[in-house]
């Protein structure tokens, strides 16, 4: 469930999101615990690119007493992708105390561990999201695909790098590697 959170693709134009995002604050001026519209606010403003807004509203929700898996294990991406290790390793650990067969987050934990510096607990993390069958190779793509779908291009070039060092022999990957090269 997680995984399809992060990694959807909406076919929304900025317009028709911004014309949303609008919509639900005018209504939480009136109703500002709504739970249902925090979320819909919080992803929307996760879909505009904006991980620190989407943080507020999902840190808001928790407040609120929203305290379930998911909510938990988006706090730890958006902390993730804002660069909060810490924090994200955190909420990561939270997810799967309660969901412990979830590779998909052991992948996102090992990933956390690692650009905090902790290499022990990055394999050691990795390992269980591949003893629990993840492809890592194939999440790593997934996430190049997102990141340059979203014109994320550096977060991109870097998920593909860490793909072709896995598997070198896909040829359209490196071709994708120095295409984003150039583009950088």
Known sequence: MLRKKILKRIDVSKEDLLSQEQEIRFELLTKANDIDNLKKLGTI??????????????E?????????SDTIGFLGYLNYELGNYTKSIKYF?????????????????GNAYSRAG??????????????????????????AKEYEFLGRYKKALNEYIAAYEID???????????YLREKI
């Open 93 to 109: 650990n939270m997810f799967l105390d309660n969901k412990p067969g979830d590779a998909f987050v052991y992948f996102l934990l």
């Open 168 to 178: 070198p022999r896909d040829k359209d990957i490196k071709e994708k590697i120095k």
């Open 118 to 143: 902790k290499i022990v607990e990055a394999i050691n993390s990795y390992d269980f999201a591949i003893f629990l069958d993840l492809d890592i190779y194939s999440a790593h793509l997934d996430f």
């Open 45 to 58: 403003l996760f879909y505009k690119r904006d991980c620190e807004g989407a943080l507020e509203i999902y």
């Open 60 to 68: 808001k929700l928790r407040a609120l007493g929203k305290k379930d």
